[in-house]
């Protein structure tokens, strides 16, 4: 008979007997989570960040909050330090590039960081918890950027979905200057920062930032060297 993953998993557990043989696990797998401090501030939550990117890019990552007291204590509640709108690529997830773990990230991910209504709505319900810091994180050779830049050029959009994410990337690429160096990078950039903006002045975030309670930051992360770039 083909041993299959299904038949191998099965044979690593049960003995020869039948009986199930289980690896003892680490006795901090089941202890409760040490917490990191509380990020109050805005500056306070993007030092988390910064830190955690830096372990993460030098291949130090902490995996904090993965353990069995963690998820019984977030039962609860959650006390997001930090709110990340990133893009939907699968090469840029948050919690791996900030080194964080459950609870600790409130994220939205949309292609291209495109805002609609849903997005906006999570982004005003993480602001209603209190969450001090918005980070907007574009990334390195981003498709959604990409086919706007080939609609600039081409003059021609996508049609469907597709295209309503290119059109709201294209107003930032028309107006984006091409040094005729790395133009769908330099858009990447610039639309990270248009999205931030229109953030400070959205209805439901605006008295929030203008009070200091709420921070919104623009960034790119850089797939080559795994590095955030702030904005």
Known sequence: MAITRRNALRASLVGGAGAATVTALPASAWADPVDAPRAEDPASALRLLKQGNDRWRRYRSRHPHENRGRRTQLVGGQNPFASILGCADSRVPPELVFDQGLGDLFTIRSAGQVLDGSVLGSLSYAAHIDVPLIVVLGHQSCGA???????????????????????????????????????????????????????????????KVDSGRLDIVPARYDLETSEVVWL
Not at 162 to 172: D, H
Not at 178 to 192: L, Q, Y
């Open 145 to 207: 950027v990409t086919a706007a830049v080939e609609a600039h050029e081409s003059g021609e959009v996508p049609e469907g979905h597709i295209g309503f994410l290119v059109e709201r990337i294209l107003e930032v690429v028309d107006s984006t200057p091409d040094d005729g160096e790395d133009f769908v990078d330099d858009c990447v950039r610039a639309n990270a920062v248009h999205i931030a903006e229109q953030l400070r002045q959205d209805a439901d975030l605006r008295e």
